[in-house]
């Protein structure tokens, strides 16, 4: 009994932080992570190199609740003819002409119970580095922030203890649940 | 459903196993969904953001306005337009429930033939071909095509008519409630035939004779909107309803005069006499001959009310100018309904109420609707094999004509039968194929609802994708092409703009047609103010009292469902759940009967009673109701379905089978007044399931009224009652604790959190309740209340709910329901008190008496929701903060944080909290709501709850949210009347008004100073954010 428990604890003392830590730990290893998406898309050459506005393709960001994920006639825009022979930029137009969407892995998913509000934050003036992190950088686009109900709260924490604080409900339950 | 779903103990231990390996597998990368882009991103839609737009309701001739909220192309909710000149931004809970219509898991998925009986599906261009080929034989051979279609009014009505002249066949428009008597009663009283407006808002006075407006009678939501209006008056807006049974309607009323069955007739016609010989009316005074028979004396002989009662009605009556008497509901539907409807018609006439709130000018339009003669007629080519082909759409005749009609085994003998609709109806399933027509939502038309209004439809979505349908103009051309007769423009859409052709001329002067089309798309159509054609007495015809047919039994009184009009509500869940608005009873049909009537029988509430007559019987459920006649049983119409999908099959019992054959003597309408019965009562349990047993508040003072000499200075305010008298702010409190309840509800800061007694302070003995105050029952608080985001908020949501226009309609239950993702649960869980609605109309009869001489009725509706209390018993005893209050005055439910022991429940004085006993939500439970794809209109705004977690009314804070965020984008305050919730903006008599406490100015604040205003509970301190509005009790006559 003693030894079953001793196991019991031995198990859960490594257990939890190696599950708790997984993403911080990559996130500072800078390894590759994040899912495998349908198409190496390089945020790094497009937000990072090419410069390009976020709000170009996820427009959805300042108007809207949600981001947007670009419609594949987007893309198409400019890879028409912007390095169409790229072996990626091919897939891209494989399912532009198939008529076929393309079936990104979601990197951020909040649970059904947590309703989140791009175009708030956009107006308030937040970055989309400040939760995102540097996509600017990242080849493939992993899950920069743990997500989790703690890291939001920091954040409005310190905003309604700001002086100038405007918000009164920005640390109420029901602004993201309901 | 459910009973096939069964787990045995294997089964259960396999799927443990799947569980535990999931559980297990959960450690690696979770499992995904993939998102899924737009391929070419379209125009209108925004992810994220609800795009509207302006439609039609067709779930009755009405035509009610929409506002279609769609979100990522699909439809989440309909509201009222109110640009609309039918209604005016409200929708009642049959348009509203539209949606289950639309996302009706048991729609027809595609085109199929009967083959050798059985159904077998087969693709558009088979079953046009097979269509095509019965009937162009047909046409070729000259014999005899049908075409029956509902009262759709406007283009599609024409192109069907035009289709059937082609065709060298007949055209019918079939409507069960097709107001043929009262079109004829008008024909033969003023020479013109038409359903008339009734105008309640300027009506001093309204006496109905058995009109059910505010349910199912005419134009129902601005007849309750005008209704509200009269009733508001507090110097005028007496109401009498005069029927044998008490309906919705007549429970709103001041008196219900329980007549006679019949004995309308005498009773209208008595009063137009007193009027006449006192010479008391503004109208006409020549029409003294007509009703010399009808004294005082011998209308109390004929309809058992007192000779002194008619005549101080109808000195009332004439001294209220002007006043409104309105007749002609399916209830009072006898063989003398036209008799009946011109008494009435006379009455108005010499009272001069004609051309004032009886008008001819927006008269609703039943223009093409046949008389059931013309049925008749049909039913009997048919029957004699004179028919080839019968096509049906939107009409159910096999179902809604009674069965003395013959109409199914008639129309066996139709060699060909074909039908148009979306759903396995009754007539349907009797059919040898269906080609399956697309859902008013998703389709392209137009209606003329009444005179001066073209209202229009639009495809507010693609079609469903898992249901292959066609639009039913297009079908119809489209076999009018194959079968090689007539010339139809290639579409339906083509036929339509020509159509509208000339109102582009009338309406659209100095615009282009596209301009003009959108324009009117947008604003849901185009409507004029139409002349008020007026019209002179031309002569009434023989009055005669009905005679009943069979024995001596109890009269039986059928009547409309308010839920389910003639029976095409019953395949919607959320209708089938609603409860009935006057028994409470769900999901099933019943026999209301008079409580000392039942005594005599051994029957107790929900005993299965038969109910006999020489055509046949029906076995229900027997509901006992103080508000019938002694002499009379009630069953509710729309119920006893055989087919029409899963919700509505094999629920209760159709009444109509109990009809003997029966006609009105003028017009040929179906009598439904018309039979006696035998009642005994039946073998089995008691069953019938409600949401609310008991009917007196036995002195809890949840339901309020206030005698109108008080409102109007002419009387004191009544005692104060005992129990209350230490209550600050209850009903006849010191002006300084009313004071102090006020400031609470009206100010910032500590006022919007949980208040704290003062030291020494006791609960009043009445008020003690098993909870302890916060401060006491948790320690004390880190961050004082008068401190931090308390201090700083800058709204008190709160309600207001006006009791007086109340009526009980429920149109925000379904609203709600459809806002916040409610889940339907059924009768079986409803009996055992697990119903999940958010919101419901308490009903309560304080006084009803079934006696003719009646003096008052007292029946009240409250609207009962969350209260939002600022000192809240839920908040205290919650374990887990799941339940905790805002800055803002709301009392917040965190779904994700509640563990579900209950507790808040169990302390809450209004039983408004609903809990998740089951998974409602998982598809693979038998519990599951939401069949694909009725999950479609899942709100996406508001999160979808799961088993074990309690749920409640938020004041739609998704809504509260949208509203200051819109606000804060164009960086303004936020205006009154913004933000609606969802039963707020679906209330026919906007009884119910959300605003803001903090704005001294806002409707709410108004409305919450006001002289009528109390709290629900009082007693228990709660400071409830919901102030209710006293209903106005009048003087009877």
Same mark, same amino acid.
């Given at each position: 009994m003693k030894r079953a428990l001793a196991l019991a604890t031995v198990v859960m003392l490594i257990a939890t932080p190696a599950v708790a830590s997984a993403q911080s730990f990559w996130a500072q290893l800078g390894a590759v992570k994040g899912p495998v998406q349908p198409i190496k898309f390089p945020h790094d050459i497009h937000a990072g190199k090419l410069g390009m506005d976020c709000l170009y393709c996820h427009y959805g960001a300042?108007?809207?609740?949600?981001?947007?994920?670009?419609?594949?006639?987007?893309?198409?825009?400019?890879?028409?003819?912007?390095?169409?022979?790229?072996?990626?930029?091919?897939?891209?137009?494989?399912?532009?002409?198939?008529?076929?969407?393309?079936?990104?892995?979601?990197?951020?998913?909040?649970?059904?119970?947590?309703?989140?509000?791009?175009?708030?934050?956009?107006?308030?003036?937040?970055?989309?580095?400040?939760?995102?992190?540097?996509?600017?950088?990242?080849a493939v686009v992993y899950q920069y922030p743990s997500l989790k109900m703690g890291w939001c709260i920091t954040c409005h924490r310190e905003r309604q203890n700001r002086a100038d604080s405007q918000n009164p409900t920005i640390m109420d339950c029901l602004t993201c649940h309901h | 459903m459910s009973e096939d779903v069964v787990f045995n103990r294997r089964d259960f231990l396999k799927l443990a196993g799947i569980g535990a390996a999931a559980t297990l597998s959960g450690c690696a990368q979770p499992p995904t969904d993939r998102l899924i882009p737009y391929l070419i991103a379209p125009d209108n839609i925004l992810p994220g953001v609800a795009t509207w737009y302006a439609s039609t309701c067709r779930e009755c001739p009405a035509g009610c306005g929409l506002l279609v909220k769609t979100r990522e192309g699909r439809v989440i909710k309909v509201e009222g337009?109110?640009?609309?000149?039918?209604?005016?931004?409200?929708?009642?809970?049959?348009?509203?429930?539209?949606?289950?219509?639309?996302?009706?898991?048991?729609?027809?998925?595609?085109?199929?033939?009967?083959?050798?009986?059985?159904?077998?599906?087969?693709?558009w261009e088979d079953a046009l071909k097979r269509a095509a080929e019965k009937l162009g034989q047909a046409v070729r051979d000259h014999r005899g095509v049908a075409i029956i279609t509902e009262n759709a009014t406007g283009s599609f009505e024409k192109l069907a008519g035009e289709w059937a002249g082609a065709a060298g066949g007949t055209h019918l428009v079939y409507e069960p409630f097709s107001y043929e008597s009262l079109r004829e009663a008008n024909r033969r009283c003023f020479g013109l035939s038409a359903v008339p407006h009734f105008d309640f808002e300027r009506a001093k006075m309204v006496v109905s004779f058995g009109a059910d407006f505010l349910e199912t009678f005419g134009s129902p939501?601005?007849?309750?909107?005008?209704?509200?209006?009269?009733?508001?008056?507090?110097?005028?807006? !007496?109401?009498?309803?005069?029927?044998?049974?008490?309906?919705?309607?007549?429970?709103?009323?001041?008196?219900?005069?329980?007549?006679?069955?019949?004995?309308?007739?005498?009773?209208?016609? #008595?009063?137009?006499?007193?009027?006449?010989?006192?010479?008391?009316?503004?109208?006409?005074?020549?029409?003294?001959?007509?009703?010399?028979? $009808?004294?005082?004396?011998?209308?109390?002989?004929?309809?058992?009310?007192?000779?002194?009662?008619?005549?101080?009605?109808?000195?009332? !009556?004439?001294?209220?100018?002007?006043?409104?008497?309105?007749?002609?509901?399916?209830?009072?539907?006898?063989?003398?309904?036209?008799?009946?409807?011109?008494?009435?018609?006379?009455?108005?006439?010499?009272?001069?109420?004609?051309?004032?709130?009886?008008?001819?000018?927006?008269?609703?339009?039943?223009?093409?609707?046949?008389?059931?003669?013309?049925?008749?007629?049909?039913?009997?080519?048919?029957?004699?094999?004179?028919?080839?082909?019968?096509?049906v759409h939107g009409a159910n005749p096999v179902y809604a004509a009674p069965a003395w009609s013959g109409f199914a085994a008639a129309m066996d003998k139709v060699q060909y039968r074909i039908s148009l609709s979306g759903m396995m109806d009754e007539t349907s399933d009797r059919c040898d194929l269906l080609l399956p027509s697309l859902h008013a939502l998703e389709s392209l038309g137009d209606a003329e609802p009444a005179r001066g209004v073209w209202s229009l439809l639009q495809p507010t979505m693609k079609p469903v994708p898992m249901f292959d349908a066609h639009p039913a103009g297009d079908t119809l051309i489209a076999l009018a092409k194959a079968s090689g007769f007539g010339a139809f423009p290639a579409a339906w859409s083509e036929y339509l703009v020509a159509r509208w052709q000339p109102l582009h001329k009338r309406f659209g002067a100095g615009k282009?047609?596209?301009?003009?089309?959108?324009?009117?798309?947008?604003?849901?159509?185009?409507?004029?103010?139409?002349?008020?054609?007026?019209?002179?007495?031309?002569?009434?015809?023989?009055?005669?009292?009905?005679?009943?047919?069979?024995?001596?039994?109890?009269?039986?009184?059928?009547?409309?469902?308010?839920?389910? $009009?003639?029976?095409?509500?019953?395949?919607?869940?959320?209708?089938?759940?609603?409860?009935?608005?006057?028994t409470k009873a769900v999901w099933n049909s019943w026999v209301e009967i008079h409580p000392e009537t039942a005594a005599g029988l051994g029957l107790a509430m929900g005993d299965p009673v038969k109910v006999e007559t020489s055509a046949g019987s029906v076995t229900a459920p027997a509901y006992l109701y103080a508000g019938i006649r002694k002499d009379c049983v009630a069953i509710p119409l729309g119920q006893g379905h055989t087919a029409y999908g899963r919700y509505a099959n094999g629920r209760g019992v159709n009444a109509l089978d109990l009809l003997p054959a029966s006609q009105d003597?003028?017009?040929?309408?179906?009598?439904?007044?018309?039979?006696?019965?035998?009642?005994?009562?039946?073998?089995?349990?008691?069953?019938?399931?409600?949401?609310?047993?008991?009917?007196?508040?036995?002195?809890?003072?949840?339901?309020?009224?206030?005698?109108?000499?008080?409102?109007?200075?002419?009387?004191?305010?009544?005692?104060?009652?005992?129990?209350?008298?230490?209550?600050?702010?209850?009903?006849?409190?010191?002006?300084?604790?009313?004071?102090?309840?006020?400031?609470?509800?009206?100010?910032?800061?500590?006022?919007?959190?949980?208040?704290?007694?003062?030291? #020494?302070?006791?609960?009043?003995?009445?008020?003690?309740?098993?909870?302890?105050?916060?401060?006491?029952?948790?320690?004390?608080?880190?961050?004082?209340?008068?401190?931090?985001?308390?201090?700083?908020?800058?709204?008190?949501?709160?309600?207001?709910?006006?009791?007086?226009?109340?009526?009980?309609?429920?149109?925000?239950?379904?609203?709600?329901?459809?806002?916040?993702?409610?889940?339907?649960? #059924?009768?079986?869980?409803i009996q055992r008190g697990r119903e999940m609605m958010w919101i419901r109309i308490e009903r309560y009869e304080e006084k009803l008496d079934a006696a003719a001489s009646s003096s008052r009725n007292d029946v009240r509706f409250v609207p009962m929701m969350c209260q939002q209390c600022?000192?809240?018993?839920?908040?205290?005893?919650?374990?887990? $903060?799941?339940? $905790?209050?805002?800055?803002?005055?709301?009392?917040?439910?965190?779904?994700?944080?509640?563990?579900?022991?209950?507790?808040?429940?169990?302390?809450?004085?209004?039983?408004?909290?609903?809990?998740?006993?089951?998974?409602?939500?998982?598809?693979?439970?038998?519990?599951?709501?939401?069949?694909?794809?009725?999950?479609?209109?899942?709100n996406p705004d508001v999160t979808v709850r799961s088993k074990g977690v309690m749920e409640k009314c938020t004041f739609c804070v998704q809504r509260i949210l949208e509203g200051k965020g819109n606000a804060r984008d164009e960086n303004r305050p936020l205006k009154d009347g913004e933000i609606q919730p969802a039963c707020a903006q679906g209330c026919p008599t906007q009884a119910i008004v959300f605003g803001d406490l903090m704005d001294p100015e806002s409707r709410v604040s108004k409305h919450s100073h006001g002289e009528r205003r109390y709290w629900a509970l009082n007693d228990l301190n709660t400071k409830p954010g919901i102030t209710y509005l006293k209903k106005m009790e009048r003087e009877t006559a």
């Open positions: 300042e108007k809207s609740p949600l981001a947007n994920i670009p419609a594949v006639s987007i893309c198409m825009g400019c890879h028409k003819i912007a390095v169409a022979d790229r072996p990626e930029v091919q897939k891209l137009a494989q399912y532009w002409d198939s008529g076929k969407s393309i079936p990104w892995v979601p990197v951020y998913m909040l649970p059904s119970h947590v309703k989140f509000n791009h175009k708030r934050h956009v107006r308030a003036g937040i970055t989309c580095q400040e939760c995102h992190g540097p996509v600017e950088k990242m | 337009n109110p640009a609309h000149p039918v209604n005016q931004g409200a929708l009642c809970g049959r348009g509203q429930a539209t949606l289950q219509g639309l996302y009706n898991p048991d729609r027809i998925a595609s085109p199929m033939a009967r083959e050798d009986g059985a159904w077998k599906k087969i693709t939501v601005a007849q309750a909107r005008g209704f509200a209006a009269m009733r508001a008056r507090p110097e005028s807006g !007496f109401f009498v309803a005069v029927e044998p049974r008490l309906s919705l309607t007549g429970a709103n009323a001041d008196q219900w005069v329980a007549v006679r069955p019949g004995g309308e007739i005498a009773l209208a016609l #008595g009063m137009a006499r007193v009027i006449l010989t006192e010479g008391l009316g503004a109208g006409d005074k020549s029409l003294g001959e007509a009703v010399a028979a $009808y004294t005082p004396e011998a209308v109390e002989q004929q309809s058992d009310v007192p000779a002194e009662l008619v005549q101080r009605l109808a000195r009332r !009556f004439a001294a209220s100018r002007p006043s409104l008497a309105v007749a002609g509901g399916i209830a009072s539907q006898s063989e003398q309904s036209v008799a009946l409807i011109a008494a009435v018609n006379l009455l108005n006439q010499v009272a001069g109420n004609v051309g004032e709130t009886v008008r001819f000018d927006r008269t609703l339009n039943f223009d093409a609707v046949a008389p059931f003669g013309e049925v008749q007629r049909l039913i009997q080519s048919m029957d004699a094999g004179q028919i080839d082909v019968l096509v282009s047609w596209g301009a003009f089309w959108d324009e009117s798309l947008a604003r849901g159509g185009v409507w004029e103010e139409p002349d008020a054609t007026q019209v002179k007495w031309s002569g009434s015809p023989a009055f005669a009292a009905p005679a009943l047919k069979g024995g001596s039994g109890p009269a039986l009184v059928l009547y409309a469902s308010p839920n389910h $009009y003639d029976g095409r509500g019953a395949n919607k869940p959320w209708l089938q759940e609603l409860p009935d608005p006057t003597a003028a017009s040929g309408a179906v009598a439904y007044l018309t039979a006696r019965v035998r009642i005994s009562k039946a073998a089995g349990p008691a069953d019938l399931a409600m949401t609310q047993r008991e009917k007196q508040q036995a002195d809890r003072q949840i339901a309020q009224i206030i005698p109108v000499a008080v409102l109007l200075g002419t009387a004191p305010a009544p005692a104060r009652r005992d129990t209350s008298e230490s209550v600050p702010g209850g009903p006849g409190s010191s002006a300084h604790e009313v004071e102090e309840v006020e400031a609470f509800n009206s100010r910032p800061g500590k006022y919007t959190e949980p208040r704290e007694m003062k030291p #020494g302070e006791k609960t009043p003995a009445h008020a003690v309740t098993a909870y302890e105050p916060i401060h006491r029952a948790r320690a004390a608080r880190q961050i004082p209340i008068s401190e931090g985001a308390y201090k700083n908020a800058q709204h008190r949501w709160a309600m207001a709910i006006d009791l007086n226009s109340c009526n009980g309609c429920q149109a925000c239950v379904v609203a709600c329901s459809a806002e916040n993702n409610v889940p339907t649960v #059924g009768p079986d869980l600022g000192d809240a018993p839920c908040e205290p005893v919650c374990p887990v $903060y799941a339940t $905790y209050h805002n800055p803002e005055g709301l009392n917040a439910q965190v779904y994700n944080r509640c563990v579900g022991t209950r507790y808040c429940s169990n302390n809450c004085p209004y039983k408004v909290r609903s809990f998740n006993f089951f998974d409602y939500s998982a598809p693979e439970k038998p519990t599951f709501a939401f069949p694909e794809p009725l999950n479609w209109q899942l």
